[in-house]
């Protein structure tokens, strides 16, 4: 059975740091790349980042240079370092992975940034 699970969530100020993680069971977790989105209060969900098998990763133009995604293959676990956090930030983000045409999702964790 197929899991991602996020953690790492929760309130911060504005400028602030997070770090969420994502840890994953139940298929090759090097074989695949992953992504992280985030689904503000009324909003679609939105692609942040995302990885692939040989680390190359891609980022949201509002998250560039203030967020890194990273993979540790060994735990199986994908991460999300938030740094220079706005309230903008503020949602639920989703740990995400495609295998065989079907998306992956965890529950999500909250991300709050607010004075």
């Known amino acids: 059975q197929v899991l991602v699970v996020e953690s790492g969530g929760g309130l911060v100020q504005p400028g602030g740091s997070l770090r969420l993680s994502c840890a994953a069971s139940g298929f090759t977790f090097s074989a695949y790349a992953m992504s992280w989105h985030r689904q503000a209060p009324g909003k679609e969900r939105e692609f942040v980042a995302s990885i692939t098998p040989s680390r190359y990763t891609n980022y949201a133009d509002s998250v560039k240079g203030r967020f890194t995604i990273s993979r540790d293959n060994a735990k199986k676990t994908v991460y999300l370092q938030m740094n220079s956090l706005k309230p903008e930030d503020t949602g639920v983000y989703y740990c995400?992975?495609?295998?065989?045409?079907?998306?992956?999702w965890g529950q999500g964790t909250q991300v709050t940034v607010s004075s």
């Open positions: 995400q992975c495609r295998m065989g045409g079907k998306d992956y």
